[in-house]
């Protein structure tokens, strides 16, 4: 199959878990990558190394050990820079997840500076948010009097732009979007409505959870006036560790905007009465930050770039559109959003007439097959589509041909069992 990764049976074999059977003795097939990626030896090893070799606190202890946590964890920001093609390394800061990165930016910009928002103003976002990307910034709304407003949805799953001049006006002072789509997969024209944004002053917020994983990133490369002002991702769907988080902002709005948390380390001096803060990134950094998992995320980052996010990008393509050619033969089955695999990322939802999707995600798992259901942390995106929740099947660099053809079967066992008695 065209645009596979050319040394995928290799690749596999550096996902530990992927040799695995199920208590019934059947092999692993998971499909639940935009859920959490499984990860590499190379990022399990690293991880404990640190914690074997090198344990201790980052900036704190003047000894051989704190000396080499330090240098491991701000080789881990290194790392995330040149991932992304930041500007700089300090514009990276470590959080310890997307959603705290969300949820420090709708703070601050609630709180004081030149981004402070209040009555008149504008957030706008989409309707195919993450619930992280839309609660934030409807709790800062609600309490700086400003105005949540959104880009609604095309029956095939795109945003809809026609209302693109109402929405951006002088009043619109942040949008904030995903660059791909967690459950209909959509990949947006991030790039345009950046640049729409900016023609009004607006600072660009970009959630790139679902895009880091499976796309090329390069920040510096981007024209300024298409590139965000901010960008978030997190660590455990780029084949890293749970418990870390990446925000990557522009020197400006990083400078701009009030500590979101206080503590220890992100300080330059405290009086009782008074205290100064450090520069970026040390500012948004309070306490001990998540060391080891700063170490796994560089692990695996560079994992990924030896492979090539260009290649990771079209075995991601293709294996989508083996997946969606797959699913269309599955008697009664809706996909929910793109069919253009070359227009979308690696995670399909869908629904069966007659099932329900945590039926069909339990008869999957008797059969070996790791799918998600729900609503994906996306309700209004389902509400759009007039169904409560679907079921998700989600790919990445190690999936195969094989899975997708043990999904098919399983989905096809799936709607007998339940349609046939």
């Known amino acids: 199959m065209d645009g596979l990764l050319p040394d995928l049976e290799v690749v596999r074999k550096d996902f530990p878990i992927l040799t695995r059977t199920t208590p019934a003795g059947l092999p692993l097939v998971y499909l639940d990558s935009a859920n ?68 420090l930016l709708a703070n601050t910009f609630a709180w004081a500076g030149e981004h402070q928002l209040g009555p008149g103003d504008v957030v706008v976002t989409t309707e195919m ?130 500590p979101f948390l206080g503590g220890g380390e ?24 998540p060391i080891v998992e700063a170490v796994g995320l560089g692990a695996a980052l560079e994992y990924l770039d030896g492979i090539g996010m260009e290649a990771i990008q079209r075995h991601e393509q293709a294996i989508t559109g083996y997946a969606l050619e797959g699913l269309a033969t599955v008697p009664g089955l809706k996909v929910l959003g793109p069919t253009d695999a070359h227009a979308r990322g690696g995670a399909v939802s869908f629904e069966i007439d007659g099932v329900h999707p945590h039926d069909v995600a339990q008869v999957l798992d008797s059969r070996g097959v790791a799918v998600r259901a729900g609503h994906h942390c996306a309700k209004p995106a389902h509400a759009r589509f007039g169904v409560q929740s679907s079921s998700r099947m989600s790919s990445y660099l190690y999936t195969t041909p094989a899975d997708i053809d043990a999904l098919v079967e399983a989905l096809n066992y799936t709607r007998s069992y339940f349609t046939l008695g």
């Not at 080789?75 to 992304?84: E, K, M």
């Not at 023609?199 to 994983?213: C, K, M, N, T, Y």
């Open 36 to 103: 959490t990626s499984q990860k590499p030896q190379v990022v399990i090893d690293a991880m404990v190394d640190h914690l074997e070799r090198h344990n201790a606190n980052v900036a704190r202890a003047m000894h051989l050990l704190g000396a080499e946590a330090t240098e491991a964890f701000e080789g881990g920001r290194d790392r995330v820079a040149s991932f992304l093609g930041a500007p700089s390394r300090e514009e990276v800061v470590f959080t310890k997840n997307a959603s705290e990165a969300l949820n």
């Open 129 to 258: 948010e993450h619930h992280s990307n839309i609660v934030p910034w409807q709790l800062v709304t609600e309490r700086t009097g400003a105005e949540l407003r959104w880009f609604g949805l095309t029956d095939d799953g795109q945003l809809d732009l026609t209302n693109i001049d109402e929405l951006l006006t002088e009043h619109t002072k942040v949008v904030t979007l995903t660059w791909v789509s967690n459950m209909l997969g959509t990949i947006n024209p991030v790039a345009e409505i950046t640049r729409r944004a900016h023609e009004v002053g607006a600072v660009v917020v970009l959630d790139a959870s679902q895009a880091a994983p499976q796309l090329p990133i390069d920040l510096a490369a981007m024209p300024e006036a298409e590139r965000p002002d901010a960008l978030v991702f997190t660590g455990h769907k780029t084949v890293g560790p749970t418990g870390i988080g990446v925000l990557w902002g522009s020197r400006a709005l990083l400078e701009s905007l009030p």
């Open 266 to 289: 992100m300080i330059e001096t405290v009086t009782m009465e008074r205290s100064t803060y450090a520069g970026i990134p040390h500012k948004f950094e309070a306490g001990t930050p």
